[in-house]
């Protein structure tokens, strides 16, 4: 984690009109603490942004948190002097500092949040913690829609989401009088144990679990990380089963797969730091036996992302040697370069990737790499088209800095960010379009061909209305139901999967 320098200017201030300022700073706001949390994250942010932009201006539009607050009062510059008016009347002003430091610019935005304050009951009753979020708010509304402030008592809660809860690795549900095992996470404790989808909760430390629901016995299950427990179960063969277990922290399980007809249906709900590792497993065993599926279709519809690692490492799955993805940003270590290795499972099986409008993120970067190297047939609506990479900092409140940091490139060199990954077949246009389109692929037809050429060639930076005359050819919409038929109609026919497949990259 980067550790950030706290850069501590002296406050200076000028007053003039009715509203001296006071030694004391008022009761709502500590300029102190509201320095050292300003001062690191200008520090941190100005240089990692990914559209460079001056302090001065940085710092400018988080003071309208202060509007945001209480619309009396507005913070402007004119005539090289910072003002803060209430009613078209200047309560306070400032020499605005001449340079573009941290140190220059976080006194002057603390001397007039301190005016600001004194004059308003409406920042007072808001309180620093308050006024710190609206000027973050504030500033983050004019850069990016994923940069963002988080309070410290969200913070907490959200590096615990993060990184997992405590518990053993099972899913709960109410069954009759029954509290029953619907999910066990592969490689959990309760996996180790023996438990299986089926199986009874019958007591938790010795003491019977009757008549308490679902949701009460998977509170008892979940606790502190390190924490042991007894849990009795019954299995479906109607013996009974303990154990001691230590609870550890088990992410939730991303990977689910089934068998349908001739096809491995595999749907990824998220990337977390087991979702490769569960990929592969179910791939071994999805392709093993006597009779392995005709074609693989790999559901990233509703897949909202998560850990960019976790992404390019099951692309890795698919893909030989290559490109994956590449991380643009100013800061050096913003940029990076990911590559798949040598070797791949399902090498030959055909592959069809399903997606929609809410497939985002790190999603878009795996289906992004199968469609681009060639590896896969993406079949749905143009997805989200989030492409950037946020990084974190503490910040010296207890709250962090999520600061989008980096754009991610497809391996040909368009961004997903706006364009989003177009499918080479389209089922938003309604069903009878993508019929249309898979009979004109079984005849070496791509009826997508221009849109795809236009999507493809796209480079940064893209005006907004370009970004929609692309995606206009395929509309994001949620999954549609033709989506499952229309990949068993290209895996069932290899002209129509060939002729949908990009050409390989040179």
């Known amino acids: ?81 910072l003002l803060l008016t209430a009613k078209d009347k200047t309560v306070f002003e400032i020499a605005a500092p001449r340079g573009e430091t941290v140190a220059e610019w976080v006194p002057a935005a603390i001397a007039v949040t301190k005016a600001a304050t004194d004059v308003s009951p409406a920042l007072r009753r808001a309180g620093t913690g308050r006024i710190v979020q609206a000027f973050f708010d504030e500033m983050f509304n004019h850069l990016d829609p994923y940069s963002r402030y988080v309070r410290p008592t969200d913070a907490g809660e959200d590096r615990e989401r993060r990184a997992g809860r405590a518990g053993i690795g099972i899913e709960l549900v109410q069954r009759g009088p029954a509290v029953t095992v619907s999910e066990v996470i592969r490689d959990s404790p309760a996996a180790a144990a023996g438990i299986r989808p089926g199986d009874i909760v019958v007591a938790i430390g010795g003491e019977s679990v009757r008549g308490l629901g679902a949701s009460v016995v998977a509170s008892m299950i979940s606790g502190p990380e390190d924490t042991n427990f007894a849990l009795t179960w019954r299995s479906r063969d109607g013996k009974s089963h303990e154990s001691a277990f230590v609870r550890v922290l088990v992410p939730a399980e991303t990977v689910f797969g089934q068998r349908s007809g001739d096809m491995l249906v595999v749907r990824i709900a998220g990337f977390n730091n087991t979702t490769d590792t569960h990929l592969a497993h179910l791939l071994q065993d999805g392709m093993s036996g006597d009779n392995p599926p005709d074609g693989i279709v790999l559901d990233l519809r509703g897949n909202r992302g998560g850990l960019l690692r976790q992404a390019v490492t099951v692309a890795d799955t698919f893909l030989p040697e290559g490109l994956v993805t590449a991380t643009i940003g100013r800061a050096p270590e913003a940029n990076h370069v990911w590559n798949s290795t040598p070797g791949e499972l399902a090498e030959g099986v055909p592959l069809v990737v399903l997606v929609d409008g809410l497939t985002a993120s790190a999603a878009e970067v795996l289906a992004a790499a199968l469609a681009d190297r060639g590896r896969a047939v993406v079949v749905g609506s143009a997805t989200f088209g989030k492409g950037q990479v946020q990084t974190i900092v503490p910040l010296p409140d207890g709250g962090e800095l999520f600061i989008t940091w980096s754009r991610i490139l497809a391996p040909r060199g368009w961004p997903i960010q706006g364009l989003g990954v177009l499918p080479q077949v389209c089922t938003s246009l309604g069903g009878g379009s993508a019929r249309q389109q898979v009979n004109a692929l079984a005849g070496g037809r791509q009826s997508m061909q221009a849109a795809i050429d236009a999507h493809r060639g796209a480079r940064p930076p893209l005006p907004l209305a370009r970004i929609q005359a692309i995606r206009d050819a395929c509309p994001a919409a949620e999954g549609q139901a033709d989506d499952l038929s229309v990949a068993r109609d290209l895996i069932a026919n290899p002209a129509a999967y060939a002729a949908a497949l990009l050409p390989p990259m040179r």
Request: charged share 10%.
């Open 1 to 81: 984690m980067i550790r950030v320098a706290l850069l501590l200017g002296l406050l200076f201030a000028v007053q003039i009109g009715a509203h001296p300022a006071h030694a004391q700073s008022a009761a709502g706001f500590d300029p102190q603490a509201a320095t050292s949390v300003y001062t690191a994250a200008l520090t941190f942010l100005t240089p990692r942004i990914v559209d460079a932009e001056p302090v001065s201006r940085l710092t400018q539009w988080g003071l309208q948190g202060i509007t945001a607050l209480d619309p009396l009062l507005v913070v402007g510059v004119r005539d090289g002097r």
